[in-house]
């Protein structure tokens, strides 16, 4: 069955939106530290002269581990998204790894993961819970090697960005330097990635005991065919970040931080120019309670 641009598109924004913790206690190092990502979305949509205007909201639960000595491990716990079109209700569910619940008419069907379809089962046991992928990291953090853990229903959360969006807010920290850069890869959803570079600045007022890092950079795409929709193309992609972060020395970790992306593309199919997109991201990292 083929899908609508619009459809496709809506699809790609639900998953656009989008270091392993080491911390150093007093007496003890901690290897495990969850956090939440919080990724809210506002475009503005022309696709064959249909305006439409596409909310999301998108929460990540996840956690990096650091079981060896510069290796950190990612797990994802839940998530949960709601999504507007043109300010009515389409989705609201949470996803994790005893299940789904969607809320429809406000009520909440709950289905455990015994009684999903078995692609479902699939998809739920290996997204939720077991290693999604495995860095490498110098002693500041930089991420080296990437290497992502086969788990055939967790494909689809891998290729739509799930460990990507889970790096976002995890870059490299230089106690001795004032500004340094980060190369990133910003999700599009259907196996999509802009990419391109972060650089973080310490302000002029810097307190080293609670650091807190201007963020800035872009992240472009020219040219993308959807893997499922080889018929559209997604032209021109531009992510335009700017924000802070906030790194904890003692915890030796990126604690919170917001970022905006101010982001535009164009949609073509058959060498004809279909649609425009425009609109703003804003992602925002908190550690989760132990």
């Known amino acids: 069955m083929n899908r609508s641009p619009l459809g496709l598109f809506s699809v790609g924004c639900l998953l656009l939106i989008a270091p392993l913790v ?25 696709i064959e002269k249909n305006e439409q205007k596409l909310v ?11 079981a060896e000595p510069l290796q950190r491990v990612l797990t994802l716990q839940q998530t949960g998204v709601r999504v507007m079109l043109n300010g009515q209700p389409t989705l609201n569910a949470v996803l994790n790894q005893n299940g789904t619940a969607n809320v429809e008419g406000g009520k909440t069907r709950n289905v455990k993961v015994a009684d999903a379809p078995a692609e479902v089962q699939s998809m739920l046991a290996d997204s939720y819970g077991p290693p999604l992928c495995k860095l490498t990291v110098d002693a500041n953090g930089l991420e080296i090697k990437r290497e992502l853990i086969n788990k055939p229903g967790a494909q689809g959360q891998i290729d739509n960005g799930m460990v990507s969006n889970c790096v976002l807010f995890h870059a490299p920290f230089y106690a001795d330097k004032t500004t340094w850069e980060r190369p990133i890869e910003m999700s599009m959803g259907n196996g999509g990635f802009a990419k391109g570079t972060l650089k973080y600045t310490r302000p002029t007022q810097y307190d080293p005991a609670a650091p807190e890092l201007q963020v800035s950079g872009t992240a472009t795409n020219e040219k993308f065919q959807p893997k499922n929709n080889p018929a559209l193309t997604i032209v021109g992609a531009k992510y335009e970040i700017s924000g802070e972060q906030a790194f904890d020395p003692v915890l030796q970790e990126w604690t919170s931080g917001t970022l905006t992306l101010k982001v535009s593309f164009k949609l073509v199919a058959q060498e004809k120019e279909i ?3 425009q609109g703003t991201m804003v992602c925002k990292l908190k550690t989760q309670s132990n």
């Not at 911390?23 to 022309?46: H, K, P």
């Not at 999301?56 to 650091?66: G, I, P, Q, S, V």
């Open 22 to 46: 080491a911390v150093f206690g007093q007496e003890e190092v901690r290897t495990r530290q969850g956090f939440i990502l919080q990724i809210g979305s506002s475009m503005d949509m022309n």
């Open 56 to 66: 999301t909201d998108t929460d990540l639960h996840y956690a990096w581990d650091k």
């Open 275 to 277: 649609g425009t997109a």
